[in-house]
């Protein structure tokens, strides 16, 4: 429990005002980019030459992020971190296909297992309930990918992976890291869904405005769920082997 009171104590109100502003910045470019038409040649090499920008700037916002927060004491060359940076981005992405084949078929596979079901559980399992069930079970799967790969970035991005392999795999096997990645993604998947879907009033101008609202709340407390979470991080990373000895209350 010591490890997360240091994660909000590491979670100044300026580092998180800064990545909340970085983040909104990486959001509305990436709107635009997908705004940009290619009916043309120089439209089609504007829309590549963007694409390649944006990535720039994403790679190092979260190279400065993760140095503000581990404050390494060596640092790899930029263009090296860049490419770790990416190898974990395909890592990630080549990890969720599974996943997303996965969700594709949750409607047929609900089916499925509601004719198996025996009769006394079918109305407690019905076809919504199972579709929803997988829902959660799938995100889960993701959180565990992104659970995973978080900590590799964060080392990619900030310092070097050769001597902080054994501090990245120990975090991994830190019951307190995994309860809070977990939770932060239920409670973002959940909230997130819950306030999208609800719909005040019924004229335009108060639907807008309340799309505007909900849009903002889920955004910060997003941002915020995620400044813990690389927050945990963190702390779990800068505890040592030998550091560790007094602390193992926290196991």
């Not at 996943?99 to 609900?110: G, P, W």
Request: hydrophobic share 60%; net charge positive; proline share 3%.
């Amino acid at each position: 429990m010591s490890a997360w009171r240091e994660a909000f104590r590491m979670m100044r109100m300026q580092l998180v005002f800064e990545i909340w502003i970085g983040t909104l910045v990486l959001v509305v470019l990436g709107v635009l980019w997908l705004q940009i038409p290619d009916s043309h040649v120089w439209e089609f090499v504007f829309s590549i030459l963007f694409a390649c920008g944006f990535v720039a700037l994403s790679f190092w916002c979260c190279s400065w992020v993760f140095k503000r927060m581990l404050k390494p004491i060596e640092e790899e060359r930029w263009w090296l971190q860049w490419i770790l940076l990416a190898t974990v981005v395909v890592a990630g992405w080549l990890l969720q296909m599974p996943i997303d084949r996965l969700v594709e078929h949750r409607e047929l596979y609900a089916g499925y297992w509601t004719s198996r079901l025996p009769h006394w559980l079918r109305w407690l399992r019905t076809y919504e309930h199972l579709v929803i069930l997988q829902e959660w079970v799938y995100f889960s799967l993701r959180l565990i990918v992104v659970g995973l790969l978080l900590p590799v970035a964060v080392v990619a991005g900030a310092s070097r992976i050769r001597g902080n392999a054994r501090r990245i795999f120990g975090l991994w096997t830190k019951w307190w890291y995994w309860v809070a990645a977990l939770v932060c993604g239920w409670i973002a998947f959940a909230l997130s869904g819950k306030l999208m879907n609800w719909t005040p009033g019924h004229s335009l101008m108060s639907e807008i405005l309340s799309l505007l609202v909900r849009l903002g709340v889920v955004f910060t407390l997003d941002v915020l769920l995620v400044c813990f979470v690389l927050a945990v991080i963190v702390v779990g990373l800068r505890r040592d082997s030998s550091a560790q000895i007094p602390e193992r209350s926290l196991d």
